[in-house]
């Protein structure tokens, strides 16, 4: 079982910059593919980017190309989310995911159903 607890969120004017971060529980994170997702309301969540396990595979959404950098650094057992340039269109509950090691995870994941486990999301407003 791993737990993951988001921070780093909160209320930023347009074109500010915020990281998100995403620390998990267990010895076995190395092994995990990690996700970033968000939810405005009123919409479906959707993936915002994603890296595999090893970090050599990475994954974003065309509408954060260029502004967002997700990374992890395993020794703690933690993965980020650079956001800059921030737009009130990003505003949304942001939720880091995991996914348990297997064939795929070389890869960065991009389907929430794949993801074994989720935070408790972190608010993250920008305002015009």
């Known amino acids: 079982q791993v737990q993951l607890v988001e921070s780093g969120g909160g209320l930023v004017q347009a074109g500010g910059s915020l990281r998100l971060s995403c620390a998990a529980s267990?010895?076995?994170?190395?092994?995990?593919?990690m996700g970033w997702f968000r939810q405005a309301p009123g919409k479906e969540r959707e993936v915002v980017a994603a890296?595999?396990?090893?970090?050599?595979?990475?994954y974003y959404a065309d509408s954060v190309k260029g502004r967002f950098t997700i990374s992890r650094a395993n020794a703690k057992n933690t993965a980020y989310l650079q956001m800059n340039s921030l737009k009130p269109e990003d505003t949304a509950v942001y939720y880091c995911?995991?996914?348990?090691?297997?064939?795929?995870?070389?890869?960065?994941?991009?389907?929430?159903?794949?993801?074994?486990?989720w935070g408790q999301g972190t608010q993250v407003t920008v305002s015009s």
């Open positions: 995911a995991a996914e348990s090691f297997n064939i795929a995870t070389m890869n960065a994941r991009v389907g929430a159903p794949q993801y074994d486990y």
């Open positions: 267990g010895r076995t994170f190395s092994s995990y593919a």
């Open positions: 890296i595999s396990w090893s970090g050599g595979s990475t």
